[in-house]
């Protein structure tokens, strides 16, 4: 009900976004507060909307949770997905893609992307972490768009175009 009325939306979509959350990333009832308050500090800070919010973490949800991300972490990283004009299931979509994508060139560690990845871990520096990589490493737009494919490029692109600084707030 605090997410609903903190949000304006309505109790069962708010419901649905709460504890699926809850149940992809393990998180006991007990932490339902504190991920409310997540989940409308990402609506506050951004264009999403809970109902946008709910279709991104369809798909971000589960592969955040298998990269051992926080939610914490996830949250901020679809609402800077929001920020840059990927809502809803696109911010979801390339989030989960930039991970499938980042992991690979980090293990492969070839090309740009994968030397400026080599070490990253999703669990610990999320895709901030791997913005900021990219930054120190003077990558473009175009180097992320060749190296993370059609799904994945043009929102990592945004992603740097945005700057890890902002990705951060």
Do not use: C
Not at 68 to 83: D, G, P, Y
Not at 106 to 130: D, F, I, P
Request: hydrophobic share 50%; glycine share 12%; aromatic share 6%.
């Amino acid at each position: 009900l605090l997410l609903a009325g903190a949000t304006q939306s309505d109790t069962t979509t708010s419901t649905l976004l709460l504890t699926s959350a809850m149940a992809q990333f393990q998180l006991g009832a007990e932490s339902a507060r504190d991920i409310a308050d997540q989940f409308a500090g990402a609506i506050a800070s951004s264009p999403a909307q809970i109902g946008l919010l709910t279709d991104a973490f369809k798909y971000a949800g589960p592969a955040g949770a298998a990269f051992k991300m926080s939610l914490e972490a996830v949250n901020a990283e679809i609402a800077a997905f929001h920020v840059v004009g990927l809502r809803g299931q696109m911010a979801g979509t390339s989030f989960r893609m930039a991970l499938i994508e980042a992991q690979s060139a980090a293990v492969s560690g070839s090309g740009k992307v994968g030397q400026a990845l080599q070490g990253w871990s999703a669990e610990q520096e999320g895709l901030t972490g791997a913005i900021e990589r990219f930054e120190k490493a003077g990558l473009d737009g175009m180097d992320l768009i060749d190296a993370f494919g059609k799904r994945a490029g043009p929102g990592m692109a945004a992603l740097l175009s945005l700057g890890s600084d902002a990705m951060k707030t």
